[in-house]
Nanobody, 118 residues
Framework: QVQLVESGGGLVQPGGSLRLSCAASGNIFGIHAMGWYRQAPGKERELVALITSVGRTNYADSVKGRFTISRDNAKNTVYLQMNSLKPEDTAVYYC????????????WGQGTQVTVSS
């Protein structure tokens, strides 16, 4: 059984930064791709960023140049560094572990709220 636990969400002013973390249990972390999705009220869940088992990354156009996804396989943890935050980044952010092309999340965290507001 794989468990994913997110942390690091909160309230931040526009232009500010947050770093989300996702800790995974189990021994399969290193061989799977990881991703961050988000869902804003009234909207569908959307992919924010992906990182493969070898560190290849992919980002949604809306966050390119502002967000950075990274992983520490020794700690079974994936991160999402979010800079220059905008009100439209407000959403619940979910961590996922999975694979395939296109990527499919097999395991999901409970989500962490990010609110960007002055």
């Amino acid at each position: 059984q794989v468990q994913l636990v997110e942390s690091g969400g909160g309230l931040v002013q526009p232009g500010g930064s947050l770093r989300l973390s996702c800790a995974a249990s189990g021994n399969i972390f290193g061989i799977h791709a990881m991703g961050w999705y988000r869902q804003a009220p009234g909207k569908e869940r959307e992919l924010v960023a992906l990182i493969t088992s070898v560190g290849r990354t992919n980002y949604a156009d809306s966050v390119k140049g502002r967000f950075t996804i990274s992983r520490d396989n020794a700690k079974n943890t994936v991160y999402l560094q979010m800079n220059s935050l905008k009100p439209e980044d407000t959403a619940v952010y979910y961590c996922t572990l999975g694979g395939g092309v296109p990527f499919t999340g097999d395991y999901w965290g409970q989500g962490t709220q990010v609110t960007v507001s002055s």
